[in-house]
Structure formats: C-alpha cells, structure tokens
C-alpha cells in the first residue's frame, strides 16, 4: 500500500533532500516542507532538487525567498496532517 511521506527541511538541508530523494525508491508519494529558511545553492542539493523535480516530488515552502510552491505555515500544518509519515530533519 503507498505511503505519503512528508520531509521536514530545517536545519540538516543536505540530508534531509538526499533521504526525500531515498524515500522516493518504494514508489510512496513524497512531499518536501522547506521551512523557514532560504534553501542555499551548491552543487549536492542542486542535483537532489532536480532529482526530486524529475520524480514530480512535491517541494512546498513557507519562506517567499525559496523558489518552490508556497504555502503559510498554518496550511503546510494541515498538509502535514494528512501523511502517514512526517520525518523532520
């Protein structure tokens, strides 16, 4: 049976996109919460964010300064909810 699967991203940026990418091997529906901070730029979470794009992973974001989908805190709190798994990094 699929899972969705919910990455938290605070403070460990390369590990928690290198385990979304990994958790993406089951065939689950993942989806990746950027919280807060800007996600920087370098070439290793470069390549596990278009991994995840080429995947169609979900990568939603509360800060405006991200590049990806935005939603408010309040509404990624209510996405959260509706996982199975949430793993916060």
């Not at 403070?11 to 950027?34: P, Q, Y």
């Not at 080429?54 to 935005?70: A, G, R, T």
């Amino acid at each position: 049976m699929k899972k969705k699967i919910a990455i938290v991203v605070r403070d460990r940026k390369h590990e928690s996109l290198r385990m979304a990418v990994g958790a993406t091997l089951c065939n689950d529906d993942v989806s990746v919460f950027i919280m807060d901070t800007p996600l920087e730029s370098d070439e290793e979470i470069d390549v596990n964010v278009q991994m995840l794009s080429d995947l169609n992973v979900h990568i939603y974001s509360n800060n405006p300064q991200n590049p990806f989908e935005q939603k408010t805190t309040e509404d990624i709190a209510r996405m959260l909810s509706e996982h199975d798994i949430v793993i916060p990094y």
